[in-house]
């Protein structure tokens, strides 16, 4: 991994989390200062391609980003299979892996319902601003379709993980195949000989520390890019759609304090780690995690703060983050939860313990694959809601701050993808220390 991809504080530079940080800052007083109502408000006409000049180091970043993320993760998993022992590895890792992404996801939506049900945001929601807001998320509710594939039975969903052409699974980007490709690559290389794998994990070995090299050029970008980002959402973004909403951002706020609460927790409990310490370390990604809203652009820079910042192994870190981007949405789970209690109560739609539940174990199982990439979540949760009466063009109540609600649960799910490796790491240290020891026990009690 290069260490060069965590820009380091110097007498010439910043550290990258300040530089962020004051891109954030200046994005947010520009857009007060030049967005509508703005001190120095800039006409309608000319506002559009300001904000398109101002995005470009940002779509540069993320351009750049994307280009690599693919090979990044299919490399990364398929070297932490033939660098950790095989199939010995992904028995002790992987079942502990799977319940772990399962129980937090539980954990995450049984919160979401507990803390939108004490605040009940619905009730704090004019009439007059609901009535105008209806409408206006057709253009993204068409993507539903395309993101969950239609009503496909679960025999057909199982099969249908399995990446029956490469080449497509690429082009849409479909991360849950490229998981199931690159572990299924691993593991054939570990049953080959040595000789034999050892070609393709020297190209991949090679292509990954590429990768890696094209972050590092990517993240100087990185705060010109944040600064472009919180440009157009405070432009977007406007005063009355904040103030109408306050409620409903408050009660998704605390939802996903609640959950970082709960990753600090199994944290300090579980991995034994300070929570503090643990924070300040990975700083840098959840920076660029709030700016992109993706995941999956963060996921270089978190693949790196976990093994050079936190000290993860690279077998384990480069397993657990890639898989955690694909299937650890925390985040998202306890957002889709919130906004679907949410709504039912906009609509008077009353649901009944039986529903709430079946309405949770819809949200679990939507939230783990879904594509790490921004808004996703919202055109999956679309799909849901149309499962329990609530119109599709509901959706337009929310959509002028689901951006900003994006990046917040995007920060969210990096931090689980975080605390997923530093616990895993945990757990696979402590099963080598069980094995010293019994290994010397036996010694010992052996026959002389």
Request: aromatic share 6%.
């Amino acid at each position: 991994m290069d260490t060069d991809l965590l820009v380091k504080g110097g007498r010439r530079a910043p550290p990258l989390w300040v530089m962020m940080l004051a891109g954030l800052a200046a994005g947010v007083g520009a857009g007060i200062l030049f967005g509508p109502g703005g001190i120095f408000a800039l006409p309608a006409e000319a506002l559009l391609p300001a904000t398109d000049w101002v995005m470009l180091p940002a779509r540069l970043f993320l351009a750049l980003i994307t280009m690599i993320v693919i090979p990044l993760v299919f490399c990364s998993i398929l070297l932490a299979i033939t660098e950790s022992g095989g199939f010995s590895f992904l028995r002790s890792v992987g079942p502990r892996v799977a319940v772990y992404f399962v129980c937090t996801t539980c954990v995450a939506v049984l919160l979401g319902i507990l803390i939108s049900g004490f605040i009940q945001p619905a009730q704090h929601v004019p009439d007059s601003w609901l009535s105008a807001r209806m409408g206006g998320a057709e253009q993204t509710l068409e993507k539903a379709a395309m993101q969950i594939g239609g009503g496909k039975s679960i025999p057909q969903m199982i099969v249908g993980i399995i990446p029956v052409n490469p080449a497509a699974a690429v082009m849409q980007q479909e991360m849950l195949q490229l998981v199931i490709a690159a572990l299924l690559a691993g593991l054939a290389l570990v049953a080959l000989p040595r000789a034999q794998a050892q070609p393709v994990i020297s190209f991949c070995s090679g292509v990954q520390a590429a990768c890696m090299k094209i972050v590092f050029w990517a993240l100087k970008l990185a705060p010109l890019a944040v600064f472009g980002f919180l440009f157009r959402l405070t432009v977007e973004t406007g005063p009355e759609m904040l103030t109408a909403l306050s409620w409903y951002i408050g009660t998704v706020l605390s939802g996903l304090g609640a959950v970082l609460v709960m990753y600090m927790l199994i944290l300090s409990l579980v991995a034994r780690r300070s929570p503090l310490a643990f924070l300040a370390a990975i700083r840098d990604a959840q920076m660029l995690a709030f700016s992109s809203s993706s995941s999956a652009a963060a996921m270089p820079l978190t693949l790196a703060t976990a093994e050079s910042r936190l000290g993860v192994r690279p077998t384990v870190a480069r397993l657990v983050v890639p898989l955690g981007t694909t299937v650890n949405m925390d985040g998202t789970a306890v957002y889709q939860v919130i906004v679907a209690l949410f709504l039912t109560g906009l609509m008077g739609i009353e649901l009944s313990f039986v529903q709430t539940a079946l309405l949770a174990l819809t949200i679990v199982g939507a939230s783990i694959g879904s594509p790490g990439s921004p808004g996703v979540g919202l055109v999956i949760l679309s799909v849901i809601l149309t499962n329990i009466g609530i119109p599709p063009e509901a959706i337009g109540i929310i959509l002028s701050v689901d951006r900003l609600l994006d990046m917040c649960r995007t920060v969210v799910n990096v931090t689980g993808d975080l605390v997923a490796a530093t616990v895993v790491d945990r757990w696979v240290s402590d099963d080598r220390v069980a094995m010293i020891t019994g290994d010397r026990i036996s010694e010992q009690k052996a026959p002389t």
